[in-house]
């Protein structure tokens, strides 16, 4: 049994798509899968089903994962209902529903706790998965409010540890040494960075393999217009090391 964790990340987690193809051309397939915030919408799509390549299409279609690109004036919160009708025309509506188990991860900001989503409303769980704190308002479930998985949890392995014999852990968000700050959009995204660093240590160390593209340095996590680039990231990188990753999955 293999699971696999998708990190969040932005733009940035387009690169899980190329590690997925990659990954299924060599016959390492998931029988579960775990997420966080775009970790949560492409596993939502994989696990309905949809290839690699048919999720990309749909994300340079749709425009997908724009509510990652913050706006900096605005009155109010921004709505998440786009990408509410996105997951409507293409999922199903519940995780049973699903054709690979999922769970989702999100942040229960009152209790302070990651909640581990895997039954009932879907598209409402990915939504919760997703919402970027103060841009969006908390995402209310049986009386919960839930905020971006990511904040406590990036890389949620923790719950595939007892349904796994092995576990892939795929992240998106290396961090550069020789990061250069002149925005205030770049002390936003590399001070998200350093936290999501420090909260994944405890996921990595429970992975039996750790997939993370080295050169997505070169992208921000509100790139979207190089969506392709991100994903050939990703590809690239799991098909030139997937020999060091069947090895430790011991295939």
Same mark, same amino acid.
């Given at each position: 049994m293999i699971g696999i964790a998708l990190s969040g990340g932005g733009a940035r987690g387009i690169s899980h798509l190329g590690v997925l193809k990659a990954l299924d051309e060599n016959n390492? /397939?998931?029988?579960?899968?775990?997420? /966080?915030?775009?970790?949560?919408?492409?596993?939502?799509?994989?696990?309905a089903g949809? @290839?690699?390549?048919?999720i990309l299409a749909i994300i340079i279609k749709t425009k997908m994962l724009s509510i990652f690109k913050p706006a900096f004036s605005w009155q109010g919160l921004l709505s998440m209902d786009s990408l509410h009708k996105i997951l409507k025309d293409n999922l199903p509506n519940t995780f049973e529903s699903l054709k690979?188990?999922?769970?989702?991860?999100? /942040?229960?900001?009152?209790?302070?706790? @990651? %909640?581990?989503?895997?039954?009932?409303?879907? %598209?409402?769980?990915?939504?919760?998965?997703?919402?970027? !704190?103060?841009?969006?308002? !908390?995402?209310?479930?049986?009386?919960?409010?839930?905020?971006?998985?990511?904040?406590?949890?990036?890389? !949620?392995?923790?719950?595939?540890?007892d349904k796994s014999d092995f576990i892939i852990a795929v992240g998106c968000n290396p961090i550069s040494k020789t990061h250069t700050i002149s925005t205030?959009?770049?002390?936003?995204?590399?001070?998200?960075?350093?936290?999501?660093?420090?909260? /994944?240590?405890?996921s990595k160390a429970l992975a039996s393999v750790f997939i993370e593209p080295p050169l997505l340095t070169n992208f921000s996590g509100f790139d979207l217009s190089k969506a392709q680039e991100i994903f050939e990231t990703g590809y690239r990188y799991t098909s030139q090391n997937i020999a060091i990753f069947a090895e430790k999955l011991k295939l």
């Open positions: 390492i /397939t998931p029988n579960v899968m775990s997420g /966080t915030s775009a970790g949560a919408i492409i596993g939502g799509f994989y696990s949809f @290839t690699p390549d048919q690979l188990p999922l769970i989702v991860a999100a /942040t229960a900001i009152e209790k302070g706790e @990651t %909640h581990y989503f895997k039954e009932g409303d879907l %598209h409402t769980a990915i939504l919760a998965s997703c919402c970027l !704190p103060v841009l969006f308002n !908390p995402v209310g479930i049986d009386e919960v409010k839930y905020i971006d998985g990511g904040i406590l949890n990036n890389l !949620p392995v923790e719950p595939l540890v205030f959009k770049d002390v936003m995204e590399r001070s998200s960075l350093l936290a999501i660093s420090k909260n /994944t240590e405890k």
